[in-house]
């Protein structure tokens, strides 16, 4: 009988193990397979994600269902919105939603295994070339990755799927076949329908030899990324993760995409293609910064002031801010940008006392408004407060304002009016403002 040589160790460590199992021939080989592992076969949950786009879908749920019942493992049904939204291929959307789904599920020490095999790495390698990606693109998809709190493990990955094949009919197995990956019209159905059956008449053995090509680039990808984190270091400023452009501006201009890239990546947001990382530089840095320049893409925006770089999630445009009572029995207020003005009890700061005698509101900026500092003389501008403080013009008129019937008392948790700060003895507080996320 055809066995399958598949490297079990790092899974028979886990606490528990998800399996995601669409009923299709890989995935239900990969149940099988663990679930004939009595030291596995405890932890396992087959869980079917419901997309709601194919007819069958109700059938199939049932059908992995008793499948799972079969082998003894227990089941779950996740449902899923799979919609595509704007710019959005019907492929991207309904992967999203599923790793989306299946990334809530894992808790500590916990994974999920996915059926992908050799033939999948040899088709995400050759559509990453078409679209013009760079190394990390042409490394495919990892064998091990971090997901959710645990781990994504793809045991197949070296895998041929005639052993797969071969497998499956062996045990009898009875899976579902998708119609859906008869289909043309989706890129990898094309790929892998049309294209790749000619080029293996050609080289029988493509895909082991394009899967040991992404393990290359997987090592490549693994140095640039250590070597872009030591060139980032000394660039970011880890206090509003920004990047200090003179500094960018000394390294060469390859070093420059890879801390762009590197940056990020830590923010987890989608890899910046070349030219993207090319209008960053001719729209934003190599600008005035008093143009107040920016560049939007994609649910965030790149901007500029004096020496620093910034990538902020894109917020609708505030026109006009109204003021907001503050009532006295809540902590806290939740402000039209979703960011929180808190105030927290304390030995120093404003004094309770007049808190609870006051109208409480928050209000914006509308020009020439003017505070008492502690130690300096005098009133002075919040124009030119901010600007010595190199607050972004984009964050000012965010900024709340406390006032006191019609006495500015505060400016978020920057400055207090110094005629009422008061310490010593007597309840105080003190203001924290938490930035929308």
């Known amino acids: 009988m055809p066995q399958l040589t598949v490297c079990l160790t790092n899974i028979s460590h886990a606490s528990h193990i998800y399996i995601a199992?669409?009923?299709?021939?890989?995935?239900?080989?990969?149940?099988?397979?663990?679930a004939s592992q009595p030291e596995l076969n405890p932890k396992i949950t087959a869980v079917y994600v419901h997309h709601g786009l194919q007819p069958k879908a109700e059938s199939w749920a049932l059908h992995c269902q008793q499948e799972a019942e079969k082998l003894a493992v227990a089941f779950q049904l996740l449902r899923v919105n799979a919609h595509p939204k704007n710019g959005q291929s019907p492929e991207e959307a309904a992967r999203d939603a599923r790793y989306h789904a299946l990334e809530s599920l894992l808790g500590d020490g916990e994974v999920l295994l996915v059926a992908q095999h050799q033939e999948d790495q040899l088709e995400t390698v050759l559509l990453q070339l078409f679209r013009g990606a760079g190394v990390q693109g042409l490394a495919?998809?990892?064998?091990s990755t971090a997901f959710g709190k645990g781990q994504m493990l793809r045991p197949f990955l070296r895998v041929s799927k005639q052993a797969i094949q071969d497998y499956a009919q062996s045990h009898h197995l009875n899976w579902v076949d998708d119609p859906t990956n008869k289909c043309d019209d989706f890129d990898r159905n094309f790929l892998r329908?049309?294209?790749?059956?000619?080029?293996?008449?050609r080289w029988p053995a493509v895909a082991k030899t394009v899967s040991r090509s992404a393990s290359h680039c997987a090592n490549a990808q693994q140095l640039l990324t250590?070597?872009?984190e030591d060139l980032l270091t000394p660039v970011l400023n880890c206090t509003d993760n920004t990047l200090a452009i003179s500094k960018l501006a000394k390294l060469a201009s390859n070093k420059q995409q890879l801390v762009i890239r590197q940056w990020f990546k830590q923010q987890n947001l989608q890899m910046p293609s070349t030219q993207f990382i090319e209008a960053i530089f001719k729209t934003v840095i190599n600008t005035k910064s008093s143009s107040n320049p920016q560049l939007k893409k994609a649910g965030f925006v790149i901007r500029r002031y004096q020496d620093k770089l910034y990538c902020n999630k894109d917020q609708p445009e505030f026109k006009s801010l109204k003021s907001l009572d503050w009532p006295q029995s809540e902590n806290k207020i939740v402000l039209p940008d979703h960011s929180i003005l808190q105030r927290h009890s304390a030995t120093s700061g404003i004094p309770a006392s007049l808190w609870q005698t006051a109208k409480v509101t928050i209000r914006f900026r509308e020009g020439g408004e003017k505070?008492?500092?502690?130690g300096r003389k005098g009133q002075h501008s919040l124009k030119n407060l901010f600007q010595e403080a190199a607050i972004?013009?984009?964050?000012?008129?965010?900024m709340p304002l406390l006032y006191f019937d019609e006495v500015l008392v505060a400016v978020a948790d920057l400055w207090l009016n110094s005629q009422i700060q008061k310490?010593?003895?007597?309840?105080c507080y003190q203001l924290e403002w938490r930035k929308g996320q």
């Open 371 to 374: 505070i008492s500092l502690e």
């Open 226 to 228: 250590e070597l872009a």
């Open 193 to 201: 329908n049309q294209i790749l059956p000619l080029v293996k008449t």
């Open 392 to 398: 972004p013009p984009w964050e000012r008129d965010l």
């Open 21 to 34: 199992y669409s009923g299709g021939i890989d995935s239900h080989v990969l149940l099988h397979l663990c």
């Open 140 to 143: 495919a998809m990892p064998a």
């Open 423 to 427: 310490s010593g003895s007597g309840l």
